[in-house]
């Protein structure tokens, strides 16, 4: 048995799995966002207590082979050399460092980190994040001795071990080209003197064992941690060659796809994470829209997700001339272009129009958006699919439609929880005395073909919603960045 744990913004989860890849058992608890105004933090005891917690459930009273760690990315958890908070975690969610991230926009600073770590700056990535703390909050920094990201915390806690992988080292820090921490990216944002606080950085992945009575685990137990949420979900996926993708329908849509380098030259926006091949990077395009947005119009509209697939079936292709602009985040929208402030919008409306339509209209928006990113992102290959999202069968099959090729439904429970297993027992299986069939482990719950029809009606569709994005980014105020294919 292995035990997967993804510890997420606002829900741990661990997952027993077989060694088949079958899932023997799923647990999950809630962990609270604190925090007011632009200000989001979190409890690191209380999410240490929700990992041990669920760990110990989905054992069942077993003892694992090995323990695979995953989470969320980017933020700023500082703790001592046991472990031990020495103030709340920053979330990635955080925005007191917009001002800092703002000027560095502006002044070029983003423009030269991206061009050492082919990564942008914003405000809930662990470098501006840093170099706020150290411009109003330094005694916290004294405090500590690891500032880390989520994962990373919990391997500490659990093994004692110190470290982070490639993926979590990549934003903002990271020089894809030495693999090593950028000496002069920590020193355009200030924080030179701190380098000491970033964990090293483990050519495959941190690698320790459970001591200290771990609540249900035994002393001993291999844990190892890494890669992160987004990265760990594509190996979940099987996407792991150049040109094949992963699109993660959820709260935002998380457009992946595999690439070979990093594309130093490009127009700066989105993320290049590192993995342990030198020749593979994820190329990550994060949107900001995503099932938030069709959680809005069923709000307004007074519908349910329930009745998704029915809506759907009322409201023909094209939604009856209504067309959505799907970017509804405050904070704008990130990729596939930097738009800060982006604002959503229906056009095509009137006294005809029915809850069907506007419904039909910011669905077909959202995929419109993610066929942007992917495409951006130099899909070429192979697509997953996996996220909320794709519980909507008629939403899956317009999601196919727009972006013209079959979609491989990622087999679940949990692709991150999957993906991390199946990282750890390659990194260390020698160790562990352990190899899975990745094959197996990856196979897809399910293929979702395109319609012919609704590929050619959507070709023009997208060259409308291409056309409309445009127009809007003159009305925005704010710089905006397109990244071409």
């Known amino acids: 048995m292995f035990v997967g744990l993804d510890m997420g913004t606002s829900v741990v989860k661990a997952v027993a799995f077989a060694e088949d890849g079958t899932a023997l058992r799923t647990e999950s608890t809630p962990i609270a966002l604190g925090g007011h ?15 041990t917690g669920v760990l110990a459930r989905a054992a069942g009273g077993a003892a694992p082979a090995l323990v695979a ?9 500082l703790v001592d050399a046991g472990g031990r908070a020495v103030r709340p975690a920053l979330s990635w969610m955080d925005g007191r460092a917009g001002d800092l991230v703002a000027g560095w926009l502006a002044d070029g600073t983003g423009d030269l980190m991206y061009r050492r770590t082919g990564n942008v700056l914003f405000p809930g990535s662990p470098g501006p994040l840093l170099a ?3 411009r109003y909050e330094p005694r916290s920094l004294d405090a500590a001795t690891t500032a880390a990201c989520c994962k990373d915390v919990v391997q500490l806690r659990l093994t004692g071990e110190r470290g982070t992988d490639l993926s979590d080292a990549s934003v903002p820090f990271l020089d894809p080209r030495t693999r090593a921490y950028s000496p002069e990216a920590l020193a355009a944002l200030g924080v030179g003197h701190r380098a000491g606080l970033l ?5 495959t992945l941190p690698y320790g064992r459970t001591r200290g009575g771990v609540p249900g685990l035994p002393n001993g137990t291999p844990v190892v941690s890494g890669p992160y949420d987004l990265p760990a979900s594509a190996l979940g996926a099987g996407v792991t060659e150049p040109g094949d993708g992963l699109l993660i329908v959820g709260t935002t849509l998380a457009c992946q796809v595999v690439v070979e380098r990093v594309a130093f030259d ?5 993320f290049h994470l590192a993995t342990p091949r030198p020749d593979r990077q994820m190329r990550a395009l994060p949107a900001m829209t995503g099932t938030v947005a069709l959680d809005w119009v069923l709000g307004i509209t007074g519908c349910s997700h329930g009745q998704v697939s029915d809506l759907l079936a009322e409201s023909p292709r094209g939604a009856r001339g209504v067309a959505a602009l799907p970017y509804l985040s405050p904070s704008g929208e990130r990729a596939p272009f930097v738009a800060p402030h982006a604002r959503a919008e229906f056009t095509g409306l009137d006294l ?8 039909r209209a910011m669905c077909e928006a959202i995929a419109f958006a993610a066929r942007h990113c992917l495409e951006a992102a130099g899909l070429t290959g192979e697509l997953a699919v996996c996220g909320g999202g794709v519980r909507s069968l008629a939403w899956l099959r317009l999601f196919a439609d727009v972006l013209g090729r ?18 750890a027992v390659a990194a260390r299986g020698g160790e562990t005395g352990h190899a899975l069939d990745t094959a197996a482990w990856t196979a897809p719950e399910a ?3 395109p319609d012919p029809a609704g590929v050619a009606f959507y070709q023009q569709g997208y060259a409308d919603y291409l056309f409309r994005v445009e127009n809007a980014r003159a009305r925005w105020r704010g710089p905006a960045t397109v990244l071409t294919p």
């Open 132 to 134: 706020w703390l150290d």
């Open 69 to 77: 760690v995953t989470g969320q990315g980017d933020g700023l958890w």
């Open 199 to 203: 964990p090293p950085i483990a050519a």
């Open 406 to 423: 079959p979609l491989r439904v990622a087999r679940g429970p949990e692709p991150g929880a999957r993906g991390a297993v199946l990282a």
């Open 37 to 51: 105004g632009e200000r989001v933090e979190q409890d690191v005891e209380e999410v240490i207590g929700a990992a």
């Open 447 to 449: 293929v979702v073909d």
């Open 352 to 359: 005809r129009v029915s809850r069907a339509d506007l419904v």
């Open 266 to 270: 490009a127009d700066p926006v989105g």
